[in-house]
């Protein structure tokens, strides 16, 4: 209703404008990633994920602290084991590199790989850029149901999109792309190879949960991590009944259709005391992983699935010895997925 009432500029008017002006070129930022480093704002967050601070931690090693929308806004940590050669801030050089992605299982976090194994000092590894983002102690690489509201965590789409985005944007990564992963990890390199076809080119996973619907035990198994940490067990998928198609829709077994194409690692011990283990070491939770990994397999086969491999390897425990050797085991597949002979 005031479209047509003409505006007065008087010299009072016309200076205050100036301040302003003035005012708002030296406050905003001049371009959307000028607050990609350094302390992080308080207040409303970006739509997205953005670096708020860079730590390099040893060499080859840097830490990014990413804040999340999906998060909820707020802030966690990417480790990344960069390749020889790696500038990102190189602009007329920037090169992109191929990218193993390497997700820590329940109870760990962005650190376990580094410091729980020997991959930082992994040779094949020196032409491959390392991605190993926090996932929560018991994230589940999913994002919650949180009684039908959705909203944070949202881990899944951290990863898969927001952090994606940002680090083939700003962090060298190419989408030349591997994922591996242990226990809840490997859950997740399963389920993201699955859920988002064409994103992963192998799969590895190391006594992974593999098939938490195979049964009774292994479902009050999951629960019992779901509820970690005072957590309401039914925020992650829900009821295992009531919102049984939640629970297939994040269950390897259920998804192997979608896992036909590509190369999949599975490897698992059977939980009794295996060669890397002290004496007398058992593992029930190996030995249910054991029988999910076996029963994906199979389905994997029915499907018609031509490039898996697996390493049922008998007495073994659920500890990382297995893992960083699994590792070791499976990387000629990964590397060959991602075309660098790792030389």
């Known amino acids: 209703m005031f479209a047509n009432v003409p505006t007065v500029v008087t010299p009072l008017r016309a200076r205050l404008l100036l301040v302003l002006a003035v005012l708002l070129a030296v406050l905003m930022p001049t371009a959307p990633?000028?607050?990609a480093v350094g302390k992080p704002e308080t207040g409303a967050t970006r739509p997205g994920a953005e670096v708020v601070a860079v730590t390099r931690v040893a060499d080859r090693q840097v830490d990014l602290s990413v804040r999340s929308t999906a998060l909820g806004g707020r802030t966690v940590?990417?480790?990344l084991l960069t390749p020889d050669g790696w500038n990102p801030h190189d602009r007329r050089n920037r090169q992109h590199w191929p990218t193993l992605w390497l997700l820590h299982g329940c109870c760990g976090d962005y650190t376990s790989w580094t410091s729980m194994t020997d991959v930082a000092e992994t040779d094949s590894l020196r032409d491959v850029l390392v991605v190993m983002p926090e996932a929560g102690w018991n994230g589940w690489y999913s994002d919650w149901w949180n009684h039908g509201q959705g909203?944070?965590?949202a881990w899944e789409t951290f990863h898969t999109k927001e952090l994606r985005h940002l680090l083939e944007r700003d962090w060298g990564a190419s989408a030349n792309r591997v994922v591996a992963g242990l226990s809840m990890g490997g859950q997740g390199a399963l389920l993201y190879a699955a859920r988002h076809p064409g994103m992963f080119k192998a799969t590895a996973a190391y006594s992974g949960s593999a098939h938490p619907l195979l049964n009774d035990?292994?479902?009050?198994?999951?629960?019992?991590f779901f509820a970690g940490q005072d957590t309401d067990p039914l925020r992650v998928w829900g009821d295992p009944v009531a919102q049984r198609d939640i629970w297939q829709a994040h269950d390897p077994f259920h998804l192997a259709k979608r896992l036909r194409s590509i190369p999949v690692y599975?490897?698992?011990?059977?939980g009794t005391t295996g060669p890397l283990d002290p004496p007398g070491a058992t593992s029930a939770l190996e030995a249910d992983f054991n029988r999910q990994n076996h029963a994906l397999a199979a389905e994997l086969k029915r499907v018609g699935a031509r490039h898996v491999t697996t390493h049922f390897y008998g007495p073994g425990t659920h500890g990382?010895?297995?893992?960083?050797?699994?590792?070791h085991a499976s990387l000629p597949m990964l590397l060959?997925?991602?075309g660098t002979d790792g030389g």
């Open 33 to 35: 990633g000028a607050l």
């Open 77 to 79: 940590e990417v480790r």
């Open 151 to 153: 909203g944070d965590p």
């Open 217 to 224: 035990e292994s479902v009050d198994r999951i629960m019992g």
């Open 266 to 270: 599975l490897s698992c011990g059977d």
């Open 320 to 327: 990382w010895a297995y893992w960083e050797r699994e590792l």
């Open 336 to 338: 060959g997925a991602l």
